[in-house]
C-alpha cells in the first residue's frame, strides 16, 4: 500500500495515518488470534504464553514444543540490540548522572538497532530461504532426527486436544455471544466514564475525543483472551 499518491490535478496526497496508528494494537491483536487459530485448525500446533516473560508487559504467545536452543539462535538479532541497548543505557548515566528518560531511552533503542544491523544477504526465493533456514535447525538440533522429533513434538494432536476444542466450539451460542457482548461493553464503559460522563451540553474537545478511541481500543483488547477462548 502507497503511502502517497498523486491527484487528477497533480498534487501528492498523503495517507493520514493516525487512524490506523491508534488502531495498531487492535490490529496487531486480531492478526495474531487469527493465525494462531488457523495454524492450530491446519496443523495441529499449540500454543502457550512464553515463560519468564515481563509480568508488566502483554504475554507473548509461542509455539509449544519449539526447541529453546533454535528459539535463540533465531532471536539473536534481538540479543545482539538489547545487549548494545544496556551498554549505551549505562554509558549515559556515567555522563549524566541519572538513568535515561522515556524520550532518551526510545533514541538509545533505535541507535542499539541500527548499530548491531549487520549487512543483507543477497535476495532469496522462498524455496532457498527455506533451505536455509533447514540447514541452520539440522545444525542446533543435531540433524534429521533431531529435527524430526522437534516437529513431531510441536504438531502432536491427542484426544483430550481434540475433545477439549469440541466443547469449546460448543460453547458458542446466542447466551455466549450476549454474556460476551455485556462483558465488552461494562469493560468500556468502565474504561471510558471520564469523558462519556461529562455534563448535559458539555462538548468533548478533539483531545479528549482521541484519548477515548484509544480507550475503546485499549478496553477491546483487554477484552479479547475471553473473545478467543473460543476459537471458531
Known amino acids: 500500500m502507497a503511502a502517497a499518491a498523486a491527484g487528477q490535478a ?16 487492535a490490529a496487531s491483536e486480531r492478526y495474531n488470534t487469527r493465525l494462531e487459530a488457523v495454524l492450530t485448525d491446519r496443523l495441529g500446533l499449540r500454543f502457550a504464553e512464553q515463560p519468564g516473560a515481563d509480568p508488566s508487559k502483554r504475554p507473548v504467545r509461542e509455539i509449544v514444543g519449539v526447541d529453546e536452543r533454535l528459539s535463540s539462535t533465531w532471536s539473536a538479532r534481538r540479543a545482539a540490540i538489547d545487549v548494545r541497548r544496556a551498554e549505551l543505557a549505562a554509558r549515559f548515566q556515567a555522563e549524566h548522572g541519572r538513568p535515561p528518560g522515556p524520550v532518551e531511552a526510545v533514541k ?48 502432536r494432536r491427542t484426544n483430550r486436544t481434540d475433545r477439549r476444542a469440541e466443547r469449546a466450539r460448543a460453547q458458542v451460542s446466542p447466551a455466549w455471544v450476549a454474556d460476551t457482548a455485556e462483558t465488552v461493553l461494562a469493560t468500556v464503559q468502565v474504561t471510558c466514564c471520564p469523558v462519556m460522563l461529562q455534563p448535559a451540553g458539555a462538548a468533548p474537545t ?17 477484552a479479547l483472551p475471553m473473545l478467543v477462548t473460543v476459537r471458531v
Open 206 to 222: 478533539l483531545r479528549e475525543l482521541g484519548t477515548l478511541s484509544l480507550r475503546v481500543v485499549a478496553a477491546v483488547v483487554a
Open 10 to 25: 497533480g498534487q501528492w496526497r498523503a495517507l493520514d495515518g493516525r487512524p490506523l496508528h491508534a488502531l495498531a494494537v
Open 108 to 155: 538509545l533503542a533505535q541507535r542499539a538497532t541500527l548499530e548491531t544491523r549487520q549487512a543483507k544477504h543477497e535476495p532469496r526465493t522462498h524455496l532457498e530461504q527455506r533451505a536455509v533456514w533447514r540447514e541452520q535447525a539440522l545444525t542446533v538440533l543435531g540433524g534429521p532426527r533431531g529435527l524430526e522429533a522437534m516437529l513431531h513434538a510441536t504438531r
